[in-house]
């Protein structure tokens, strides 16, 4: 069965206006429609020593305990805001985002949980969170990355990932 469900055209168009250059987002190129916040394990952005340090090696009992605070986050996100996902349909420089709900409550929850396995990019989640007016995708170093629209929901974000051991940084 399908995860996804697409939107009516009338919602498409809405979130595209609301979402502009999500394509450069997706391409992590530059955008002034957005404020750049990113949540992560760590409590600072790490240098070069600090990622030999805290990110090669990793002990598998380490990574789950990373990974079981973003499984709380997604799980905050998925109690307190809307959360869809997006893909581009179309060839080329005409692609547009193609906003989805997912089909039940259950699908969503492994979305956001289960990719925390993923070693592949091409799979990590992108998704938007209308209500927060926030684009949010995996990414990778245990460090996930958030791009608001409205830079006054980042307080909101910082709490819940406090509250799931994770950290906000910015740029």
Not at 59 to 74: G, I, N
Not at 126 to 134: G, Q, Y
């Amino acid at each position: 069965m399908r995860k996804f469900l697409a939107l009516d055209k009338k919602d498409q168009t809405y979130l595209r206006e609301k979402f502009p250059d999500l394509d450069k987002l997706c391409a992590v190129e530059e955008s002034d429609a957005y404020t750049y916040m990113a949540v992560s394990v760590f409590d600072r952005w790490l240098g070069a020593e600090d990622s030999i340090k805290y990110l090669s090696d990793v002990s598998e009992e380490e990574q789950q305990s990373r990974d079981s605070k973003f499984v709380k986050f997604a799980k905050q996100l998925i109690e307190n805001t809307e959360v869809l996902n997006f893909t581009f349909k179309g060839r080329w420089s005409s692609a547009k985002p193609q906003f989805r709900k997912f089909r039940s409550d259950t699908a969503k929850a492994n979305y956001l949980m289960c990719a925390q396995h993923n070693v592949d990019s091409s799979h990590f989640y992108k998704l938007v969170l209308p209500e927060l007016e926030a684009v949010y995708f995996e990414s990778w170093d245990d460090t996930n990355v958030f791009y608001l629209r409205n830079p006054t929901h980042a307080d909101k974000i910082e709490k819940w990932a406090n509250e799931c051991g994770l950290y906000r940084l910015n740029r």
